[in-house]
């Protein structure tokens, strides 16, 4: 079972909807997540981090973290042809002392007009 | 001006050369890191380190060295290289104060191809 796991995609929505990215992580005792956008051969963007249970908005982005679950989501309102990217989940598991953050391969995201 | 800036962005090689990758960081971050990216593996960790006398092993560091010359110059070197280290290879950097809040800011990578 890999550490942080995410659906690869692509996931296709109209342009105006939402977009819902989902993660799960198999070390329960893991602290921190982190989701990153990368376009198409440029580095990957950090844009959202949560750290405690519920929901946490900034802008058009929201970020859901149920450590019950160990489930994490980034959710994206309004998008727009220029939110088609890959979307990396990355957690900061207690395997790795909290000192290495795990990433998932990422959701590809695409934005259709 | 980049704050993590690596050099170079693209590099063409053939298998047994020796070759390194420097990464430089203006951001006064003292951990940093370097990750190579795979199709369909996501990025994966080589070595890390925490500071100049700090280096630890990755998943992934067999055929791999590196070098903290500096708080703000962390290498990599491939001492004989294989085509399947043909990667996108990224340096990150992140605040070493901060233990359980570490977004790791990333260089623009370097595009490596092993013929």
């Known amino acids: 079972q890999k550490e942080v796991e995410q659906n690869s995609g692509p996931l296709s929505v109209p342009e105006g909807a939402i977009a819902s990215l989902n993660c799960t992580y198999s070390d329960r005792g893991s602290q921190s997540f982190f989701w990153y956008r990368q376009y198409s051969g440029k580095s990957p963007e950090l844009i959202m981090s949560?750290?405690?249970?519920g929901d946490k908005e900034d802008g058009r982005f929201t970020a859901q973290l149920n450590k019950a679950s160990q489930y994490v989501s980034l959710l994206i309102r309004d998008s727009q042809p220029s939110d088609s990217a890959t979307y990396l989940c990355a957690a900061l598991p207690i395997s790795g002392g909290y000192n290495k953050l795990i990433f998932g391969a990422g959701t590809r995201l695409a934005v259709h007009p | 001006d980049a704050d993590v800036t690596q050099t170079p962005r693209n590099r063409i090689t053939k298998t047994g050369k020796r070759i390194m990758l420097e990464c430089s960081q203006t951001?006064?971050?003292?951990?940093m890191y370097w990750y190579r990216q795979d199709p369909g593996l996501g990025l994966r960790l080589i070595y890390y380190?925490?500071?100049?006398?700090?280096?630890n092993k990755g998943e992934i560091s067999d055929g791999y060295s590196v070098s903290r010359q500096a708080q703000a110059k962390f290498s990599l070197s491939l001492e004989s290289a294989i085509p399947n280290q043909t990667a996108l290879y990224f340096c990150?950097?992140?605040?070493?104060?901060?233990?359980?809040?570490?977004?790791?800011?990333f260089g623009d990578g370097t595009r490596l191809s092993i013929l």
């Open positions: 951001k006064g971050h003292d951990r």
């Open positions: 990150a950097t992140s605040d070493g104060d901060r233990l359980d809040n570490q977004p790791q800011h």
């Open positions: 949560i750290y405690s249970n």
């Open positions: 380190s925490f500071d100049v006398k700090d280096i």
